[in-house]
């Protein structure tokens, strides 16, 4: 009789609870509690049910529901290891990848990437790569793409160690190995073959081939064996984000395990890891991201969901043999041993538009480009690219990467640097001759120039004494001083900047800059760092 009563009173105390925290709206309350072992066993099937309802919520029809649920599930950390578990199993493709883009969450909320099969003919990863890349289209498309394949598929280690017989290799298949006389080990045959993979996965229809032929499956592969290699789980990322582009692949790149990958890598210290992560996943959120992010161009800020408005762009155009991100670090440090106890290194930027402007204005949707560029033709990566190192080639692709990122849909604040200034001149000019590019004018705001050579630089003329030098490359020539290309450049822009009213910034250099080991130069001169040569300054004083 008295084992009844108990469980009665058990059964009667637990309506009463759940009558009550339905009453006081648990599903609200909840969430701002942490998660206590000590709770009742109603709590934890309170806790239970509300894990259940945000999910349930996370597929809602309702847009606005959708994201409020992601972001709940992300931010709340009390939930077990068995209900992240279950939950993993549970979420969709579209909850997915609005967790992993959300900041801190838990990374057991994703399943890990499936179990790979073996090889049928248990071939090694350099001869899987080299089928992947035969299966795609050899003619018809990008010279470049040609080149870097056909290297590809005709080389292996043996060949191209063979081939580093020194310097004096001019223009052969080997000569992005011409540095060294030891052996070549095989990630750096692997990274050859992930290069012309890169330069495909640029191409729309060669995405769908190589997710067709079990690129992603092969890639997942690699990216897994090669935990230790940075740079091959960098260029893998990089060819995820380009095939990312097409939304058409999203679900087979969901399938073959990448949202987890990413989710991982965005939690990297190092900023390129993290940002070319957050680029992928940015073009796989379509519920929240409208704008696209192609080959080159990288969301620096912000690179998870945000809540906070954007009220304006800032785009960061490096200069010659820049990058999106070390042109933009804060100096090369060489530490005291002093300074090294003191952890001055924790200061450090390796990104300033990322940690500092992204910390003083998050408000600003922060974006850097990338683009090769090379002293000379030794170093080009692709000789037959000649053509795509002029700027007026280069405007009209960065235009147009551009747009679809978005630029041009809010007030724009320009930052360049170097030959980047020059970029930035070309593409506003060409933008305002083209109706469909006219709001990236009209939305400009400012302009800043980091020593930019609006006059030319001296540095083609050192040729002579610089060893790499012997073959200037295009961008050098360019940057001749006092070229006519360069005069007809700055004095158009001068006029139209003008009339826009542009407000613009210029910085000129006051120390010279080591170019190789025998030279250290004012790369940009001060008369030529204003967008108004001194002389003429000079004489409009008089």
Known sequence: ?????????????????????????????????????????????????????????????????????????????????????AAAQAI???????????????????LPPPPLPKSKDMCSLEEELRLLLAALPQTGFDPCVQYFTSLALRENSQTIAAQKGGLWCFGGNGLPYCESLSAVPADTVELFCLQALVQHSKIPTHCDKIESHGGLQLLQKLYQLRKDSAKIQRS???????????ERLHSSICHAGWVSVLAEVMKSQRIMDSSHAARALANLDRETVHEKYPDGVYLLHPQCRSSQPIKADVLFVHGLLGAAFKTWRQQDIEQSADEKELDVEDEYSECWPKTWLASDFPMLRIISVEYDTHLSDWKAKCPVESYRESIAYRSSELLRKLRAAGIGDRPLIWMSHSMGGLLVKKMLLDASKDPEMDSIVNNTQGIVFYSVPHHGSRLAEYSVNVRFLLFPSVEVKELSKDSPALKALNDDFLSFAKDKKFPVLSFAETLPTRVGRMLSLHVVPMESAGLISLAIFKKELV
């Open 1 to 85: 009789m008295c084992i009844v009563f108990i469980g009665i009173t058990y059964q009667v105390r637990k309506e009463l609870h759940r009558a009550a925290r339905k009453i006081l709206e648990t599903n609200a309350k909840i969430f701002r509690w942490p998660f206590q072992d000590s709770v009742s066993p109603f709590d934890a099937e309170e806790y239970e049910s509300a894990l259940w309802l945000l999910l349930k919520r996370s597929q809602s029809e309702d847009k606005t529901v959708r994201w409020q649920a992601v972001k709940d599930l992300a931010s709340n950390h009390f939930w077990r290891d068995y209900q992240y578990r």
């Open 92 to 110: 969709d493709q579209r909850t997915a990848i609005g967790l992993a883009r959300c900041k801190d969450v838990d990374l057991r909320f994703f």
């Open 236 to 246: 893998i990322i990089h060819i995820i984000g380009n095939m990312a582009l097409d």
